[in-house]
C-alpha cells in the first residue's frame, strides 16, 4: 500500500520561480527519498535523506524532513522549463526488508 | 549513478499471448530487483521483490502464476506477463538495489519502464 502523500497534486509555475512541494508519511522511517520521472520514463532519483538528518541540498534541490510532523518538503529553486515532471516521495521504513513506499506524486509544470 | 535497462520499451501484443520483460543492471551486481506497475497519473505500485537465486515475494493481490518473475543472475531479472488481457496493459517499472554495507541505505536505481498494450 501506500505511505507518503504529497501535496499539491499539481503544481503550476513560471520559470524562474521556486516550487514547493510536500509529502506527509504515517509510520516510522528509515530514510526518506525524492523522485522525478518525466512523462512516460522511468523514475530519477533526486535525494536521499535519512532519518537523522534534517536538510540536505543538492544543486538547486533543498530537501526538509522532520520526524515529529512526519512530513519531508522538495523545494527547487529558479525552476526551468526542464523541470517539467512529476514528483514523488518514497519512504523506506526501518522494519521492512527494502521495499519503498511510493506517495501518490506532484506534476509540476513550469511554464517558460 | 548506476544504470539500469529495460527491454523492450514498448510492446504491442494481442489477448492471450505472453509477453517478457528483461531488466537488467548494466554496471553493478543487484542482490534485489523489485518490479512496479504504474497508470496513467497513478503512482507506482510494487508488484513482486525478488532476490536472485530465490523465489519472488509477491504483493497481496498479484497473481504469481500471471506474473512470473525470474532472477536468475545478479545482473537480470524478467517479468513474463502470461495470457494477458487488455486489463494488464500498463507501465511496467523494475528497480535495482546495489549491493552495499548498510542494507537499509542503498539506493534503488529505477529502469526506464516497458509500456505494455494488450489488444
Known amino acids: 500500500s501506500q505511505q507518503g502523500e504529497e501535496d499539491p497534486q499539481a503544481l503550476s509555475i513560471q520559470e524562474g520561480e521556486n516550487a514547493t512541494m510536500n509529502c506527509s508519511y504515517k509510520?516510522?522511517?528509515?530514510?526518506l527519498q525524492w523522485y522525478r520521472q518525466n512523462s512516460g520514463r522511468g523514475l530519477v532519483h533526486l535525494i536521499l535523506?535519512?532519518?537523522?538528518?534534517r536538510e540536505k541540498h543538492s544543486g538547486r534541490l533543498r530537501v526538509t524532513l522532520d520526524t515529529s510532523k512526519k512530513s519531508s518538503s522538495l523545494l527547487i529553486t529558479a525552476s526551468r522549463a526542464a523541470d517539467t515532471a512529476s514528483y514523488f516521495c518514497?519512504?523506506?521504513?526501518?522494519?521492512?526488508?527494502?521495499?519503498?513506499?511510493f506517495g501518490r506524486g506532484t506534476q509540476l509544470t513550469v511554464w517558460p | 549513478g548506476a544504470v539500469v535497462s529495460q527491454h523492450p520499451s514498448r510492446v504491442i501484443c494481442k489477448s492471450g499471448t505472453s509477453v517478457k520483460i528483461e531488466c537488467r543492471s548494466l554496471d553493478f551486481q543487484a542482490t534485489t530487483m523489485f518490479w512496479y506497475r504504474q497508470f496513467p497519473k497513478q503512482s507506482l505500485m510494487l508488484m513482486a521483490t525478488?532476490?536472485?537465486?530465490?523465489?519472488?515475494?509477491?504483493e497481496q493481490g498479484v497473481e504469481k502464476d500471471k506474473f512470473l518473475i525470474n532472477h536468475a543472475s545478479l545482473t537480470l531479472s524478467t517479468l513474463t506477463v502470461t495470457s494477458a488481457h487488455p486489463e494488464d496493459s500498463s507501465f511496467y517499472i523494475c528497480?535495482?538495489?546495489?549491493?552495499?554495507?548498510?542494507?537499509?541505505?542503498?539506493?534503488?536505481?529505477f529502469g526506464p519502464g516497458t509500456r505494455l498494450t494488450v489488444l
Open positions: 535523506i535519512r532519518s537523522n538528518e
Open positions: 528497480s535495482a538495489r546495489d549491493r552495499g554495507e548498510s542494507f537499509y541505505y542503498n539506493e534503488q536505481f
Open positions: 518514497a519512504t523506506r521504513r526501518g522494519s521492512t526488508l527494502g521495499r519503498l513506499y
Open positions: 509510520t516510522s522511517i528509515n530514510n
Open positions: 525478488s532476490n536472485e537465486g530465490s523465489k519472488a515475494t509477491y
